[in-house]
């Protein structure tokens, strides 16, 4: 038996709440998006300190997914730890539990676009995501799901990238996480008793602090953004993606 929960703010705040609801596991649904329209594999990113059951966790879900629409996995066996050049590790390093980012399709992809817009390719990656969590916590848990985008403090316009033929990566995975959460919750679920939500207080801020004196803040950055550092130039850069 299982209760999904869904939390929403900024992604550091999402997984405080879902450390102290207690949950057994933790997911964060994207869909992937490239330059090139022909991207085309599914992918799960882990944390740095990822404990090896997430990392299982990871791989098997990925290799559903390539088993299921015959796309190829990327990564190592289909998990890439730490993400993007480190994009990726913030949305699950804060929590105490395994937890996993999905990237099964690219909503830039058109074939992968029609399975993502569709009631079949959905029902389809739900099911493979339920059975993940069953497969990896057979004995029935809370499981905290994160979309992805979606539902910051920081940008709550954002939905992620478009997908091809209409419609935005968050609203999207958001219908895949509602139908795993109905297949999940089929029997009577568990419950414990919830602490209230509390405020979500967005804390993206980046300080420059010279002898223990800061000399610049800048606070409009968002968790999604890519921020990079040129040592050679010494020249910090903020890309709003």
């Given at each position: 038996?299982?209760?999904?929960?869904?939390?929403?703010?900024?992604?550091?705040?999402?997984?405080?709440?879902?450390?102290?609801?207690?949950?057994?596991?933790?997911?964060?649904?994207?869909?992937?998006?490239?330059?090139?329209?022909?991207?085309?594999?599914?992918?799960?990113?882990?944390?740095?300190?990822?404990?090896?059951?997430?990392?299982?966790?990871?791989?098997?879900?990925?290799?559903?997914?390539?088993?299921?629409?015959?796309?190829?996995?990327?990564?190592?066996?289909?998990?890439?730890?730490?993400?993007?050049?480190?994009?990726?590790?913030?949305?699950?390093?804060?929590?105490?539990?395994?937890?996993?980012?999905?990237?099964?399709?690219?909503?830039?992809?058109?074939?992968?676009?029609?399975?993502?817009?569709?009631?079949?390719?959905?029902?389809?990656?739900?099911?493979?995501?339920?059975?993940?969590?069953?497969?990896?916590?057979?004995?029935?848990?809370?499981?905290?799901?994160?979309?992805?985008?979606?539902?910051?403090?920081?940008?709550?316009?954002?939905?992620?990238?478009?997908?091809?033929?209409?419609?935005a990566e968050a609203d999207y995975a958001e219908?895949?996480?509602?139908?795993?959460?109905?297949?999940?919750?089929?029997?009577?679920?568990?419950?414990?008793?919830?602490?209230?939500?509390?405020?979500?207080?967005?804390?993206?801020?980046?300080?420059?602090?010279?002898?223990?004196?800061?000399?610049?803040?800048?606070?409009?950055?968002?968790?999604?953004?890519?921020?990079?550092?040129?040592?050679?130039?010494?020249?910090?850069?903020?890309?709003?993606?």
């Open positions: 038996m299982y209760e999904v929960i869904f939390y929403k703010g900024n992604y550091r705040w999402r997984q405080k709440q879902a450390n102290r609801d207690k949950c057994a596991a933790y997911v964060e649904h994207h869909f992937n998006s490239a330059v090139n329209p022909m991207s085309s594999y599914a992918v799960v990113i882990t944390g740095y300190l990822a404990s090896e059951t997430t990392k299982n966790w990871g791989r098997w879900y990925a290799n559903r997914v390539g088993k299921e629409f015959g796309i190829p996995v990327a990564g190592n066996g289909g998990v890439l730890v730490g993400g993007y050049n480190g994009r990726g590790n913030g949305n699950l390093k804060h929590t105490r539990m395994p937890a996993i980012l999905l990237e099964p399709l690219f909503a830039s992809n058109p074939e992968h676009a029609e399975w993502i817009r569709s009631d079949e390719g959905q029902d389809t990656v739900a099911k493979i995501l339920t059975e993940s969590i069953m497969e990896f916590f057979p004995e029935g848990s809370r499981i905290g799901f994160s979309v992805g985008h979606k539902y910051k403090t920081s940008r709550p316009k954002d939905r992620g990238a478009p997908v091809y033929g209409g419609g219908i895949v996480m509602e139908k795993a959460k109905v297949m999940l919750e089929s029997d009577a679920p568990i419950i414990a008793e919830l602490i209230p939500e509390e405020e979500d207080v967005p804390d993206n801020d980046i300080r420059v602090i010279k002898d223990g004196k800061e000399l610049w803040l800048h606070s409009e950055v968002d968790e999604d953004d890519d921020v990079v550092w040129d040592e050679e130039n010494r020249i910090l850069y903020i890309t709003s993606l």
